[in-house]
């Protein structure tokens, strides 16, 4: 099990979970942040500082966000397991259902 980061995160790209983030596997798309399946260690340190509550255990996504259990793992299908998001910076896209998202303005 790992955690997930749904669609309120979408456009926001806050970051206070990259900070709180003990191994390093958040990583920064063009518009969310993904957290990598096999690089987190399930510590639960990102979801409480996450300000939009995007950040949630993968049993408890909510529904209507489900697919970004799924999103979080292919966004990796061509990066692979790098052993840190720091190593590897902005990484300039994203997958579905992001992909299909119109632009958001988060004022």
């Known amino acids: 099990m790992t955690y997930v ?14 900070e709180e983030c003990p191994v390093d596997c958040i990583y920064e798309g063009a518009r969310q ?4 399946p096999d690089e987190c260690v399930d510590c639960g340190a990102c979801e409480p500082v ?3 509550e995007a950040i949630y255990y993968e049993d408890d ?4 966000w489900a697919a970004y259990t799924k ?6 299908a061509e990066l692979g397991s790098p052993g840190g998001a720091s190593k ?4 300039d ?3 579905e259902p992001t992909l299909s998202l119109p632009p958001r303005n988060h004022e």
């Open 33 to 36: 942040l993904y957290i990598h």
């Open 88 to 91: 590897v910076g902005k990484i």
């Open 50 to 52: 996450c300000p939009v």
């Open 61 to 64: 996504v909510p529904e209507q």
């Open 93 to 95: 896209r994203d997958v």
């Open 71 to 76: 999103a979080n793992a292919d966004f990796f």
């Open 5 to 18: 980061i749904a669609e309120p995160c979408v456009d926001v790209l806050d970051k206070a979970c990259i």
